[in-house]
Each structure stands twice: as C-alpha cells, then as structure tokens.
C-alpha cells in the first residue's frame, strides 16, 4: 500500500532530475550569459510548481462521487458561519488555498520584473482555474475524487496577490532604503 502512495513521487523526482541534468547542460553551453541567482530560483519555481501539482492532484484514489460548487463565496461562508464546520478544517481549508499561492505570486514578480501586472494577475488566475480543471476531469473519469470549488479559485487568487504585493512593498522599501543611503553618502 505504501508503494501505491509514494508512486506520484516518482515522477516529481524525475522532473526535478531532468531538469536539473537540462539545467547543468545550459550552464555549461551559456556560462557567461547565465545569471546564476535566476536560474536557481527558476529551479525553485519549478520544483514549487510540481510540490503544487502533488498537493493539490493528488492522493489518486477514488471514493465516491465528485462535489462541484460554482457559487462564488458558498464554501468561504459555511465554513465561517455554519456551527457544525469543524474549526480545523476550515482554517485549514481557507488559509492552505491562500497560503499555496503566496510563493507563486512572489516568485512570479521575481522572475517576470517586466511583465505588466495586470498579465501577472492573469497567470496567478489561470494557474489557479487550470489545477480545478485538471481536478474536476479527473474526476470525471473517476481517478480522484476532488472537491472542485470556485471559492478555491477566489482563495488561490488572494494568496497569488498577497505573494505580489510583498515583493512590491519589499522592492519600495528596498529603494527608499538605497536612496536614503545614496544621500546620506552625498552629504558626507
């Protein structure tokens, strides 16, 4: 049985190895073009992005039939204020959906200092739509059963922004802090 669990760890790990062997090979041929710094957090985007995927694809096993909610906020409120919710749960429900997406949002701004933010925005959006997606066909062909649920989109979405705007806080106050030591050095 234990087996059958770790199986979708055997992919993720040759993703991770392939793309580590592609990654040398690419330092080795570009070595002078090659910022070392955004190829490690490339590398840390990928393997975040497969952690994701196992996250929230996985476990593969199904046990019943699929639940499917398009009603924006529906979940969100019944785990706020229907009594019987179990507090964990919906803690962890709520706070896992936007807790996932932050180092996506970060990430992303890093790697995409040119990208306009709005296109940013849709990239965290659509990440978010295409890992429902992928788990409401799955679903359907009944290898998993998982919960598709608009709210899940909503919530990713807020972690996504979350994630952006602290490296747009960090990058002003990075800059305030760099101007404040360029005058004080004019001064002296």
């Known amino acids: 049985m234990r087996y059958i669990q770790s199986l ?4 993720i790990f040759s993703a991770i190895l392939c793309y580590c062997v592609i990654w040398s090979i690419r330092v080795a041929i570009y070595k002078p073009r090659v910022s070392i710094k955004r190829e ?4 840390l985007f990928f393997c975040y992005s497969l952690g994701v995927l196992f996250v929230t694809l996985f476990p593969l096993q199904y046990t019943g039939e699929p639940s499917i909610n398009i009603v924006p906020f529906h979940s969100i409120w019944s785990y706020i204020i229907d009594d019987k919710a179990i507090v964990d749960v919906s803690i962890r429900n709520i ?3 936007i807790v ?8 992303l701004s890093v790697l995409c200092k040119n990208m306009r933010v709005i296109k940013l925005a849709v990239v965290g959006v659509l990440a978010s739509v295409s ?5 409401l066909v799955l679903s359907v062909l009944k290898i998993t059963t998982r919960v598709v649920d608009v709210d899940d989109v909503i919530l990713n979405s807020v972690g996504y922004l979350t994630g952006f ?21 004019a001064l002296d």
């Open 95 to 97: 706070l896992g959906n």
């Open 40 to 43: 490690v957090l490339k590398l």
């Open 131 to 135: 890992i429902e997606c992928i788990q």
């Open 100 to 107: 996932i997406f932050i180092p996506m949002g970060l990430l």
């Open 8 to 11: 979708p760890l055997i992919p």
């Open 165 to 185: 705007a602290v490296y747009y806080v960090y990058n002003v106050v990075w800059n305030k802090i760099k101007l404040c030591k360029a005058d004080h050095k």
